[in-house]
């Protein structure tokens, strides 16, 4: 059974990769660099006290053949040995302190940045997108992916420049005391780096595979969430109960694989470590054996050959560990690579890194910066308009043509699967439209205004009010432009607060998709947002099915009074919600069947039901 999302399984990552990493620590780069001067001054400082001990020990040799004299040194004591190394150790100390906050600290920002352009891009897809993509999907790039990426970045990734850091100190200060002991060093080197080679491509096809191995388990989890009350009345636990095991042992079996591969890999390079030390030990006889080194050369060569066999192993398992985060970058950097949303200014993009790190900034461009008319009129035009949901799908409307004046109340009636959905959602622009134009006072979206102030021409109320997690204030305003006397009348203008001046209703919480309110509050609060967006065409789609018969005349009544000045569209079942508006307009088949005064086409349309029965 298949359950794997498609991967890259190219041997090298794609230039994209380097690309966003580029991009995301560029702004950082001074500080960075700083933190890494100091983070090579600490090490050198550090390491550099082998050799020191080294010297030190050989003031105390006597044995002419194995003792070598250090001019520099000469005239020094034991106290000026000690106060050198407390130096070295101490400031040897801070430095790398100071190098692993300073980095760790830029690269967290660096590559939350990363994140912060995925989700910004991410709201700018094609509804076309999240269709084809399932929500675990999604979710495990912006959880999973990220997580790993954030966990390696930070202070994992200064461990490894630490580590690159000590091979090279290593390798400066193993000349400095004895040279010979650097060609078995290169040596091993050498070989880590073959078998790192040899390992890396099927480490990195494990370490993708698991990656992709995440999303249909938590995709199959938030369905089954989503749909409990529906799964547990008709009786399907146990097949979706079996559908999430298969899918978690998928998972679990692929990081079993990994892990293998992870194994082997760390073993051979165990192996080598060992022969390294066996080489060193060999050498280190036969050359004070032969006067060519001193002792205290020997102490120092060896402490550090030790230590870099250790460093070698760790320095391999940390760029192969690496590798699992970059993974975690490639993959975000698919969805950076992503087509905007047709009409989404392209510009966005390459003020992102400004964007992000100024709310004001993006405060600013996110507002609508006007209107597409004076005096907030909404004259609406359909000309011939012809839309699908896909270039291989069958038309869903069928050269529809409407003049809708402003302030006209235009109701849309027809029976299930006639285009009334696919109406509104062309109206927004949510799929493009192929043939005909839209036109908003005269005015095409993105040929003559761009995408998103053409969108805040519009409010809509739908059969599912759409609540977030937060505060009130924070769904009626989500960008801070009202002030609070604005949101207050507006809140007892539709029967929400008894009054003005109890401004504590809005820092009331509102839960994840306002589940602590009841669905006539959810509709009020969406009314009352409605009103303060302002917008000259509101429409109404299915507002008042869901709701007991007090909210409906509420609703009803806001059509009649609050929305005087605004063109609306109203798309309902229940007939009699229609009945004060100007014109209906009755849709069969994504034709316009007809339009016409309210009760005369609602009077037809109910002897069309009759005779001819859903």
């Not at 919480?509 to 609060?525: A, C, D, M, T, Y």
Request: charged share 20%.
């Amino acid at each position: 059974m298949k359950f794997e999302e498609k991967t890259d399984s190219g041997k090298q990552f794609s230039r994209a990769v380097y690309d966003t990493l580029s991009k995301a620590y560029r702004p950082y780069s001074t500080a960075l660099f700083f933190a890494l001067f100091m983070g090579l001054a600490g090490r050198i400082l550090i390491l550099g006290q082998a050799n020191i001990i080294g010297y030190w020990v050989d003031s105390f040799c006597k044995a002419p053949a194995q003792c070598t004299t250090h001019s520099q040194f000469t005239d020094w004591g034991h106290i000026d040995y000690l106060m050198l190394l407390g130096f070295m150790c101490a400031f040897g100390f801070l430095f790398t302190l100071f190098f692993r906050i300073l980095f760790s600290r830029y690269s967290a920002y660096a590559v939350s940045s990363i994140y912060d352009w995925v989700t910004f891009k991410t709201s700018r897809f094609p509804i076309r997108f999240f269709d084809e993509n399932p929500a675990g999907r999604i979710i495990t790039r912006f959880s999973s992916d990220y997580g790993t990426v954030f966990r390696l970045f930070g202070g994992p990734l200064a461990e490894f420049l630490s580590i690159i850091f000590d091979l090279a100190c290593i390798l400066i200060l193993i000349v400095v005391s004895s040279y010979y002991f650097a060609v078995p060093l290169v040596f091993i080197i050498a070989l880590n780096l073959f078998i790192y080679k040899k390992n890396i491509h099927k480490l990195r096809t494990e370490r993708r595979a698991l990656s992709a191995s995440r999303s249909p388990s938590i995709s199959h989890f938030a369905e089954s969430t989503q749909g409990a009350t529906t799964i547990k009345i008709s009786g399907r636990s146990n097949t979706f109960r079996h559908r999430f095991d298969l899918l978690d042992t998928f998972y679990v079996n692929q990081r079993l694989k990994t892990n293998i591969e992870i194994m082997k890999f760390s073993f051979q390079m165990n192996t080598l470590s060992s022969l390294l030390l066996l080489i060193v030990g060999l050498m280190s006889y036969y050359l004070i054996k032969d006067g060519k080194i001193s002792a205290g050369a020997i102490g120092a060569s060896f402490g550090l050959i030790v230590y870099s066999g250790n460093t070698i192993q760790m320095f391999f398992e940390w760029l192969a560990q690496l590798e699992e985060g970059i993974i975690g970058v490639e993959r975000l950097s698919q969805y950076l690579s992503k087509d905007l949303e047709y009409g989404q200014k392209a510009e966005y993009l390459t003020q992102l890194p400004s964007l992000i790190r100024s709310p004001e900034l993006l405060k600013k461009l996110s507002a609508p910066q006007s209107k597409t008319s004076a005096g907030g009129s909404g004259d609406l035009t359909l000309e011939n308009l012809w839309f699908r949901y896909s270039p291989e799908l069958p038309w869903i409307l069928k050269g529809i043509s409407l003049k809708i004046h402003f302030g006209e109340k235009i109701g849309i009636i027809g029976r299930t699967g006639s285009g009334k959905t696919s109406l509104i959602q062309s109206l927004f622009l949510l799929y493009p439209y192929e043939k005909g134009r839209i036109l908003i006072n005269g005015q095409e979206p993105i040929v003559d205004i761009d995408l998103t102030t053409y969108r805040y021409n519009y409010s809509y109320i739908s059969q599912d009010p759409v609540l977030f997690q937060g505060t009130l204030r924070e769904n009626l305003d989500p960008l801070k432009l009202l002030t609070e006397d604005d949101l207050m009348q507006t809140l007892v203008q539709v029967g929400y607060a008894s009054n003005i001046l109890d401004t504590s209703v809005l820092d009331s919480r509102i839960e994840e998709r306002g589940k602590n309110l009841s669905v006539g509050e959810k509709q009020l609060l969406c009314l009352a947002r409605t009103l303060l967006q302002k917008a000259p065409v509101v429409i109404l789609d299915e507002a008042t099915s869901s709701v007991d018969p007090q909210s409906e005349e509420l609703m009803v009544r806001a059509t009649e009074e609050f929305f005087m000045d605004r063109t609306v569209i109203i798309i309902a079942h229940r007939l009699s919600t229609l009945e004060k508006c100007d014109r209906i307009v009755w849709l069969d088949k994504g034709e316009i069947r007809k339009v016409g005064p309210a009760m005369d086409i609602i009077q037809e349309f109910r002897k069309f039901e009759e005779v001819s029965p859903s």
